[in-house]
């Protein structure tokens, strides 16, 4: 076979170091920071002039009708849940009261990875624009204080964040809770599928039958290793609980709620006007219904990073 020139040691060390001169180079200026102190908006994204009530109107145009009786079974099983469509106008008319627009906010969220989680997300997207992405399996927000970080780089300057966190479940038509019907699929599906595989797992531990597998943490599958670790805590709580699997995201949800709580104060000072994180359960359900949430944390926190108002009691 004919080979063709070969660097010499030297040489590749060379292109080595300046390809790292190069990224290095690249990385600086993505994070440059400009005037003001803060890290410089390089990605604007800014939708149409509309409203967010317009967008809002749009959003839920082709969504399905509310169906009494499956709302008040939805309701009967997580006291306190809401559908999307009144969450989103609720939150639209508290934010906007604050001066969050399309054009000067950017929409974070922390979802699970499923489609169905998808939904929400989608909502808000539709509302404020394209979101810049945390999450991972059970909705954990494995981008973590780096991802934090970049997220705040890019809010519009003199602009707004819109953090939207938590984990979800499904509920079926006949209200079998942790699973759901998905479209184009006849069998009823787990849901979420990362949470109950981490609710068996937890179960196996304490009921000892377990058998520990040395490469939890592997690359391979380190998210759903994480979760699994992370809901060690609530073992009795959810062995004692009446009905495991609507315990079961309310459980996860509070392990998340110690991450964002840890990250949105690790990196507060680099808001820019505004903050407002919005957590809670995502109640997911046929394609045919509306979703649901069970909104727990709706906080808004000034320039300063300071805590200024709950505004929760306005959601319920």
Known sequence: AVRGPQLKPHQLTMKLSLATIALLSAAA??????PSGRASTRLN??????SATDNLEKAFAGEPVEDPEFDSMVRANFPGAISNRDLAGRVVELLGEKGFTPQNT?????????????????????????NFNLGGLSGFPF???????????????????????????????????????????????????SAIAASNYLQSITDGS???????QSFSDFQQGAVQELILPFGKRLAR???????????????????VTDIVNTGKGSIKKGLAVLGGIQINTAPDML???HPLRFDYFDENGELVENMLPYLR
């Not at 200026?29 to 400009?34: L, N």
């Not at 938590?166 to 699973?179: A, C, F, R, Y």
């Not at 009905?243 to 309310?250: G, V």
């Open 106 to 130: 950017l929409l974070a969220t922390s979802v699970c990875a499923d489609e169905l989680a998808r939904v929400l997300e989608d909502e808000f997207v539709d509302i404020y624009g394209t």
């Open 29 to 34: 200026e993505a994070f440059q920071v400009g």
């Open 45 to 50: 994204i800014v939708p149409d002039g509309a």
């Open 291 to 293: 979703d649901y949430f």
């Open 210 to 216: 377990a058998n520990i597998n040395p490469k939890i």
């Open 241 to 259: 609980a009446e009905n495991r699997m609507r315990e079961l995201p309310y459980a996860l949800y509070d392990s998340q709620e110690v991450m």
């Open 143 to 193: 981008a973590g204080n780096t991802g934090w970080g970049a997220m705040s780089a890019h809010v519009p300057d003199d602009g707004y964040c819109l953090t939207i966190h938590g984990p979800h479940v499904g509920i079926t038509k006949d209200g079998l809770i942790g699973k759901v019907e998905r479209s184009g699929i006849a069998l009823v599906d787990n849901c979420c599928g």
